[in-house]
């Protein structure tokens, strides 16, 4: 966790999630720049596996913001808001005539910064 006290923002970070990049992406780019009451009804109907681990992150950087800067919940917007690509987790799978068949299981890294609605 990171904290910028000149611009009153807070970073939530969770590595290795199990799920593309581009597919975290499309769930992401719907509560950037949100405020943060809107964020988790945005989540909450979005019919997507990455919903969960991005509310969970969602919540923890408002845990973050109102305990570490005083921050309301009212009062906070979703600034940034990124997804990069993990580490690739590479498996075979046994494949006809002793072949093995390589498989590649994406992680994802989720960034989300909560700051103080500028009036």
């Known amino acids: 966790m990171k904290t910028n006290y000149s611009n009153l923002e807070t970073q939530a970070l969770a590595k290795h999630i ?19 009451e809107q964020a988790p009804m945005i989540l909450e109907f979005m019919l997507y596996r990455a919903c969960y681990p ?22 906070s917007v979703t600034s940034e808001v990124k997804v990069d690509e993990g580490t690739m987790l590479k498996r075979f799978e046994p494949r006809a005539q002793g072949r093995g068949y390589p498989i590649h ?14 009036t």
């Open 18 to 36: 199990r799920i593309f990049a581009s597919k975290v992406r499309r769930v992401i780019n719907e509560i950037c720049g949100r405020l943060y």
């Open 54 to 75: 991005v509310s969970q992150l969602l919540f923890l950087a408002a845990a973050n913001a109102s305990h570490n800067l005083g921050l309301n919940k009212a009062d």
């Open 105 to 118: 299981k994406p992680t994802s890294h989720i960034t989300i910064v909560i700051k103080k609605k500028s």
